[in-house]
């Protein structure tokens, strides 16, 4: 039989492997007839209607259930198709207390068109009585339509099965939760990842990154013992009174909480025990972006004495901070793939959340595992990065593949923790995803140019983009690529100032040539002086924010000449911000005082 599932238009990556998951832990064989990221209906083949009612009944991307009755491109072809699958079941449902629902994808319905439409279904012949509360059945009409344009271009009929799951992401929202940090996962993101990695009653749930519990209170709502660790001994304890277990409590999960310990991956007591214990892994491991990771233990890897205080080892205190040393984001990445395969039962669950950027291509950043199996790849977008949840299956022993580092040559490469230990030695060497991610997520390049280095015209940046604008006004400055004085002349010198402020601020590196065409003098003072309050140059002790404030008050000033604000800027490096009233907020006529008569 086949049903139509009505998903939540949210998180479209993660609907299908999250009904795919429910499925396989059910053992329902179920088939994708109609699937697209792009539409809230999904048509799918099941058993039969217990079936149906398993599969949605926790799924949180789904909203509901129908027993599918037609399709069709217009609603000529929807009665026919009625008509020619349901007959049987008129019936049956002849008597039955009924109302009729209208879910328009990209429209809406006004009362009349929508009594119209339900008047079209009159040949089904059901004479029970029309009841809009709790009804004995419910029928549906989903149409989906291109924006703009109230045609619907597909158009189905069901009957309602069973509801999902989705209302209990109020329940464990983070509004009302009573143990937070700034890094808990929302109650919707951590429920559907307790789905991916297949959370159930009898099975023992880890999360190594376990921070304020979000993970684990997902998986105990569907019935697993959890357990957690983190590097931070301060989440673990808590504060005010409050901790993880603080929160188990709140939702009656306490039965479902086995403990809590303080320790890195690399570290954990976990990695003596048997193999296959686990049978599944969550985690939100962090980024490095605030701070750079870590991992317990020393710089130089040795021993440290026992300090005592008032008698007792340090290392015995609640408050004992250990130390840590610099850890590669990649190497911990490969310790959490190493950890699952080691501890997790056969046909068990990794789901890990990873970072990247949105110019990388998807499958190529997915670590790899001879042991473990890919079994999803779900993105969530930002702006300029997303994060993927990469769910992992452990394989049977006779099916797991030995994976090495070769090139085309057949010469083996160091693995990326052995590359990352060896030449890594600062935060961003050993995090390519932070280093990217104060860099703007571009490439750093000699020029800011934009245009083709073939031809002698720009890009046309996109309009709002304030940062491709600024690169465009500085390529426009550069011998590669412009060989005329027209463009030069269209950017006065202090506009120059704004865009080359701008584009510092991205973390991009900025060369401008000195001769380049029309490449004028007022030019080279705005290169010179902006470099040199950045710099600090002149005996400028000032901290770099500080000289790059008064830059921002050139920038954002709004009046002023363009040689009149160069000279602003020279005042400031000189004399300070003070010396010349840049940043006093008393009004435009002392922050920009106009250029003295010669």
Not at 28 to 46: A, K, N, T, W
Not at 170 to 192: F, H, P
Not at 227 to 232: A, F, V
């Amino acid at each position: 039989m086949e049903y139509l599932v009505r998903f939540a238009q949210v998180h479209e990556s993660f609907r299908k492997p999250e009904l795919q998951a429910l499925a396989d832990l059910a053992r329902i064989d179920v088939e994708f007839l109609e699937y697209s990221q792009y539409s809230p209906h999904c048509i799918i083949r099941l058993p039969n209607e217990d079936a149906a009612r398993t599969l949605i009944s926790r799924s949180i991307l789904s909203k509901n259930i129908y027993e599918l009755w037609g399709s069709g491109r217009t609603y000529e072809e929807l009665h026919q198709d009625i008509k020619h699958r349901t007959l049987v079941l008129w019936q049956k449902y002849k008597s039955s207390s009924f109302k009729f629902e209208i879910h328009a994808y990209r429209a809406k319905r006004s009362l009349a068109e929508q009594n119209a439409l339900i008047q079209g279904f009159r040949y089904l012949g059901f004479e029970g009585p029309i009841q809009l509360r709790d009804p004995e059945q419910t029928f549906c009409i989903f149409e989906e339509c291109e924006w703009g344009n109230s045609n619907p271009k597909r158009v189905h009929f069901g009957r309602l099965i069973a509801g999902s799951s989705r209302g209990i992401i109020d329940t464990y929202t983070l509004k009302k939760r009573r143990y937070l940090s700034t890094t808990s996962m929302d109650s919707e993101l951590a429920l559907v990842t307790a789905n991916l990695t297949q959370a159930a009653p009898g099975k023992v749930f880890y999360d190594p990154f376990v921070g304020t519990g979000s993970f684990l209170i997902g998986c105990a709502h569907f019935g697993a013992f959890t357990m957690g660790s983190d590097i931070d001994g301060r989440a673990i304890r808590g504060k005010n009174g409050r901790n993880i277990l603080t929160n188990f409590q709140q939702y009656g999960l306490v039965d479902h909480h086995l403990d809590d310990f303080i320790a890195d991956l690399t570290h954990s007591p976990l990695l003596r025990k048997s193999h296959g214990f686990l049978d599944g892994i969550i985690c939100d491991p962090p980024y490095g972006v605030r701070e750079g990771l870590k991992v317990l233990g020393s710089r130089d890897g040795g021993g440290k004495e026992i300090m005592y205080l008032d008698g007792v080892p340090a290392h015995l205190q609640d408050h004992y901070l250990p130390p840590k040393r610099p850890y590669s984001f990649e190497a911990m990445l490969d310790d959490i793939l190493d950890f699952a395969a080691g501890s997790l039962v056969e046909g068990g669950r990794l789901s890990l959340w990873m970072p990247t950027a949105n110019d990388e291509d998807g499958e190529l950043g997915v670590p790899r595992h001879g042991c473990l199996e890919v079994v999803s790849v779900c993105v969530q977008g930002f702006n300029k990065w997303s994060r993927r949840l990469l769910t992992y299956q452990r394989l049977r022993d006779d099916e797991q593949v030995v994976i090495i580092n070769h090139d085309d040559n057949n010469n083996r490469h160091p693995t990326r923790k052995q590359e990352q230990s060896a030449t890594g030695t600062t935060a961003n060497d050993l995090n390519s995803f932070r280093k990217r991610y104060f860099e703007g997520f571009k490439e750093a390049s000699t020029t800011m140019a934009v245009a083709s280095a073939t031809t002698n015209t720009t890009a046309v940046p996109p309009r709002g983009s304030a940062t491709t604008l600024a690169r465009c006004r500085l390529g426009a400055l550069t011998k590669s690529q412009w060989s005329g004085e027209r463009a030069v002349r269209t950017i006065p010198a202090g506009r120059f100032v704004s865009a080359f402020l701008h584009v510092v601020r991205q973390g991009e590196l900025v060369a401008v040539l000195d001769d380049a065409p029309g490449y004028g003098e007022a030019h080279q003072r705005a290169h010179d002086v902006v470099l040199g309050v950045l710099v600090g140059e002149g005996g400028d002790d000032r901290p770099l924010g500080a000289r790059r404030a008064v830059l921002e008050q050139v920038e954002d000033g709004g009046c002023g000449t363009g040689e009149g604000r160069l000279e602003l800027v020279a005042a400031a490096r000189a004399g300070g911000p003070r010396g010349c009233g840049l940043l006093d907020r008393r009004g435009d006529e002392q922050r920009f005082p106009p250029k003295p008569a010669a």
